[in-house]
């Protein structure tokens, strides 16, 4: 059986945990887990983050409605980076963009390449 | 123009970057940045990381000869962390897998998802 605590967390018990749209490969934002948010999102099927600031549990959407369901967690070869792959619902970024990665660098300069969507959408 | 200066690195001065293959959206790896591997990354074209294990530049695939060929780099919404879309060459991964996520967590166990290919592919 899977178990978190065989991952490999920084000095703050952490790990990064990238999340991908399962149905289309975008990546869209990376966050951090500790073991507890590993062991959360695989019972729940609701990705669980830890939040850096808030120092808490982060149900991804839990306020905003733009949860994301787990379709499946996989592993780096150093166990020291997750890769989740999501439904996504609504916008991922806090910015209501479907991604977070939605500044580009083009020829030197920053390029703004995503928009705000309806978050409703 | 854009400065690696302006992004947001952590206490070592790193910021963690997502190598994505450009054309099918894989996601084949994640490694670390300083704001030199940044700049030296969109100055040569060649994606560089900061090896923390030797505590240098590592242009990816400089051995091995499964560079990563920078096609775009983009910036989250809070600047601390990075996408990298890459041209990859063979392996990304050192145990000469596509993507070092070949671990995926299938009802509550490990399973190996991709094998290992032939580096010359």
Same mark, same amino acid.
């Given at each position: 059986?899977?178990?978190? +605590?065989t991952?490999?967390?920084? /000095? ?6 990238? +999340?991908?749209?399962?149905?289309? /490969? ?5 966050a &951090?887990?500790?073991? @507890?948010?590993?062991? *959360?999102?695989? @019972? ?5 983050? &830890?939040?850096?600031? *808030? !120092?808490?549990?982060?149900?991804? /959407? @839990?306020?905003? /409605?733009?949860? !994301?369901?787990?379709?499946?967690? *996989? ?16 916008? +991922?970024?806090?910015?209501n ?12 300069? @920053?390029?703004?390449?995503? !928009?705000? !969507?309806?978050?409703?959408?």
């Amino acid at each position: 059986m899977f178990d978190a +605590a065989t991952l490999k967390y920084d /000095g703050n018990g952490l790990i990064p945990a990238i +999340a991908q749209d399962h149905r289309n /490969g975008e990546v869209l934002m990376m966050a &951090w887990m500790n073991a @507890e948010s590993v062991a *959360r999102t695989l @019972e729940s099927g609701k990705v669980t983050y &830890w939040s850096r600031s *808030r !120092q808490s549990f982060w149900v991804k /959407g @839990e306020s905003s /409605g733009h949860v !994301q369901k787990l379709v499946e967690m *996989r592993v780096d070869c150093d166990r020291d980076c997750l890769l989740v792959l999501v439904e996504q619902v609504g916008p +991922a970024c806090h910015t209501n963009r479907r991604s977070c990665f939605y500044t580009a660098i083009r020829e030197g300069a @920053e390029v703004e390449i995503m !928009q705000p !969507q309806n978050p409703n959408d």
